[in-house]
């Protein structure tokens, strides 16, 4: 049963980057199949989606946040990663990655998601 | 960019009753619609998608419908596992694939 577990640090400091890492487990990441993506939930609010990728970099972002997003694969380690860049306390967040499915070549909806991890920005 | 807008914004519903949430789109999604279940601490899982389509592993109980601007999904018997928080999304127009702000289904 293929899962997604984020990883990295729980804190960050207003104006450096946040850098994320999610590793996909009993399957691959190069399924012809799925895109992969990112979204964030502050805490007590909605979703905002933040960007997807594709396994062969092919990458989607928010409007909203593209100027600060770099979202990339690494096929090797079956793990996708994000990075966003100069944050504010406005990124303090739980920061999902999930499983998107692809259908006619383009990314359709989130089937599988991982457990999440919380990211604080503070100094 | 599409606004998805969801009422109520609470629901309370006593357990067996039937509870009727409804999304709504800015513009047409045609049936490019998911509803996800979230509950305390753990991530969204999805329900539905192309608006009616149970999930794998998803009880008869929840179904969607709609297509266009407006969308529904029906928990025909509440239990006392599904009060939770349930979210819409649109995946027709994109970027940015879009949620509503969610409705909390509560125990009356």
């Known amino acids: 049963q293929l899962q997604l577990q984020e990883s990295g640090p729980g804190l960050v400091k207003p104006s450096e980057t946040l850098s994320l890492t999610c590793t996909v487990s009993?399957?691959?990441?190069?399924?012809?199949?799925?895109?992969w993506g990112w979204i964030r939930q502050p805490p007590g609010k909605g979703l905002e989606w933040i960007g997807s990728v594709y396994y062969s970099g092919s990458t989607y972002y928010n409007p909203s946040l593209k100027s600060r997003v770099t979202i990339s694969v690494d096929t090797s380690k079956n793990q996708l990663s994000l990075k966003l860049s100069s944050v504010t306390a406005a990124d303090t967040a739980v920061y999902y990655c999930?499983?998107?499915?692809?259908?006619?070549?383009?990314?359709?909806?989130?089937?599988?998601w991982g457990r999440g991890t919380l990211v604080t920005v503070s100094s | 960019e599409i606004v998805m807008t969801q009422s109520p914004a609470t629901l309370s519903v006593s357990p067996g009753e039937r509870a009727t949430l409804s999304c709504r789109a800015s513009q047409s999604v045609s049936s490019n619609l998911a509803w996800f279940q979230q509950k305390p601490g753990q991530a969204p899982r999805l329900l539905i998608y192309a608006a009616s389509t149970r999930a794998t592993g998803i009880p008869a109980r929840f179904s969607g419908s709609g297509s266009g601007t407006e969308f529904t999904l029906t928990i025909s018997s509440l239990q006392s596992e599904d009060f939770a928080v349930y979210y819409c999304q649109q995946y027709n127009n994109w970027p940015p694939w879009t949620f509503g702000q969610g409705t909390k289904v509560e125990i009356k």
């Open positions: 999930a499983r998107q499915v692809r259908y006619d070549s383009l990314p359709w909806h989130f089937d599988l």
């Open positions: 009993g399957g691959s990441i190069s399924s012809t199949s799925y895109y």
